[in-house]
């Protein structure tokens, strides 16, 4: 969608509980400050009115600027106002560029951002859209993913003191190892308990996966142990293996609401995602919540520099930079893409081949991985525009381009 340049530019500087607005007539600018309240909105709107028929007249510019944004974005955005959210970085230089004053003010803000978006071309950005806030929930989800791998590496450091045989193994997180550990939190706490005490622990626990733990085996292990213990050493212990305990279900409740969320706002192409083999359904929810729509990309080269995963060249004279890639955009969208390009790379005959051949090639794991990104982000636009699934190719016929 193009802006109109017909429309009067507004610049808007948002602080905690107010916003100062720049609006400019030809060679005229006024600034004026407000509170973010109902009745400040309402004075913005009356404060626009010379200027013509509010919204309609106008295009707003604003930084993102996270949880203070959200309100003000929204309260335009539910009157079908025309809004850039706009990169604070792009600003930042912008300003810079202008000045080199090192004067900062909410009203030098606001007119920053209103010559910002003045001499933007028309299809340079596009306007936001009223949003379904999948963002909110995929932003959940991975903080509590983060909390989760904080707390078992929390957990695992101190079963390494307390009970050291029992820290190096594979199954310390099933739900059957943890629920003794939280009943018995220290070798020295299981080695006098009574073997009927053991037994019931073990017969009372779920199974976990590829534990075959037996209350003898345990036993015999915490007797052997060079573990020492603390009542308040196991205290930590125990507290950590409840919290954790409490993460994995909230995990799996909003796992299980964004996944439902994702599916429901874009039916279509969840189900061109999923037909790539090695994409599951919490990482297709976590790459669309965070990209949002497809079609606001004209290819992928745009959607790759969104992602971040484009490349960027550095030269000067005789001097050649290595490549990098630009990582501009959201950490948490790359994390979910190159997690993403690994698992393809492993199921799907067409990446799996790709991949060694980049591997054959002398390219770098990562280098090769981050290729197969961005092939994976060309065949989920194709899929896009012809709205038809995946075919993997068997490997005798998988193409080397």
């Known amino acids: ?21 720049a609006v400019g007539d030809g060679d005229t600018e006024v600034v004026r400050a407000f509170p973010l309240s109902r009745e400040g909105l309402a004075d913005l709107i009356r404060f626009l009115e010379p200027y013509g028929p509010f919204p309609d007249a106008f295009v707003f510019g604003l930084e993102a600027s996270g949880p203070y944004t959200e309100p003000l974005l929204s309260w335009l955005l539910q009157r079908n106002a025309r809004v850039l959210q706009l990169n604070p970085l792009l600003i930042s230089r912008f300003r810079r560029a202008q000045s080199l004053r090192r004067t900062k003010t909410d009203a030098i803000d606001a007119r920053t951002i209103l010559h910002f978006i003045a001499q933007l071309a028309p299809a340079s950005m596009q306007p936001c859209e009223l949003g379904d806030d999948l963002q909110t929930l995929a932003a959940e989800y991975e903080q509590i993913t983060q909390q989760v791998a904080r707390l ?49 622990a073990c017969t009372d626990l779920p199974s976990g996966r590829r534990s075959r733990i037996t209350a003898q085996s345990l036993y015999d292990s915490a007797c052997a142990s060079i573990g020492f213990s603390t009542r308040q050493r196991e205290a930590v212990l125990q507290s950590k293996i409840r919290q954790l305990q409490h993460l994995v279900q909230e995990s799996s409740i909003i796992r299980n609401a964004l996944i439902r969320a994702v599916r429901a706002a874009h039916p279509t192409t969840w189900r061109l995602l999923l037909s790539i083999p090695g994409v599951g359904q919490i990482s297709a929810a976590l790459f669309l919540a965070q990209v949002r729509s497809l079609s606001r990309f004209p290819s992928h080269r745009q959607l ?10 550095y030269e000067s004279g005789q001097f050649k930079g290595q ?20 698992s393809v790379a492993r199921y799907s005959n067409t990446f799996r081949l790709y991949m060694a051949q980049l591997r054959d ?8 991985v981050i290729a197969c990104a961005n092939k994976l982000l060309r065949v989920i636009m194709a899929l896009n525009r012809s709205l038809t699934l995946f075919v993997d190719t068997p490997l005798q016929e998988v193409s080397h381009s």
Not at 7 to 18: C, E, N, W, Y
Not at 305 to 313: E, K
Request: no cysteine; hydrophobic share 45%; net charge positive.
């Open 152 to 200: 078992k590496t929390q957990i695992r450091q101190q079963v390494h003191a307390l009970f050291p045989e029992l820290a190096s193994s594979s199954s310390l997180f099933s739900q059957r190892i943890l629920g003794l550990l939280l009943a018995f939190p220290s070798a020295h706490a299981i080695a006098k308990a009574t073997p009927a005490q053991l037994e019931a």
């Open 1 to 21: 969608m193009d802006l109109d340049t017909s429309r009067t530019p507004v610049g808007i500087d948002l602080a905690k509980d107010s916003i100062a607005v």
């Open 361 to 368: 090639r002398g390219k770098a794991y990562r280098v090769a």
């Open 323 to 342: 490549g990098h890639i630009s990582k501009r955009g959201s950490p948490h969208l790359r994390r979910t893409l190159y997690l993403m390009a690994q």
């Open 304 to 313: 790759s520099a969104f992602i971040g995963f484009d490349p960027t060249t």
